[in-house]
Nanobody, 126 residues
């Protein structure tokens, strides 16, 4: 059983930056591809970014491309999401998730992920 705990959210002005962290415990972190998703009340959970088990493959949603970067430190059992040039539409609860299966190009699908964190709120004010 893998536990995931997100941190780093908060209130930021338009154009600002935040760095989210997701600390994993209870499993072998390097066995999991990791994803970031976000959710707004009343809307479906939206894929944000993915990083493969060894960090060699990453992918981000078109809506955040060029602004958000995902990375991981397997020695620290942590995945990060660096968010720059934030916009009001980035406001959401951000959740990290762990995928214990083999690599798939369908990493944007929430159903692939086995474990989820509780999320951290990001609010971008204009």
């Amino acid at each position: 059983q893998v536990q995931l705990v997100e941190s780093g959210g908060g209130l930021v002005q338009v154009g600002g930056s935040l760095r989210l962290s997701c600390a994993a415990s209870g499993g072998t972190f390097s066995n999991y591809g990791m994803g970031w998703f976000r959710q707004v009340p009343g809307k479906e959970r939206e894929f944000v970014a993915f990083i493969s088990k060894n960090g060699g493959i990453t992918g981000v949603a078109f809506s955040v491309k060029g602004r958000f970067t995902i990375s991981r430190d397997n020695a620290k059992n942590t995945v990060y999401l660096q968010m720059n040039t934030l916009k009001p539409e980035d406001t959401a609860v951000y959740l990290c998730a762990a995928d214990g299966g083999p690599y798939s190009s369908f990493y944007s699908r929430a159903t692939r992920y086995d474990y989820w964190g509780q999320g951290t709120q990001v609010t971008v004010s204009s």
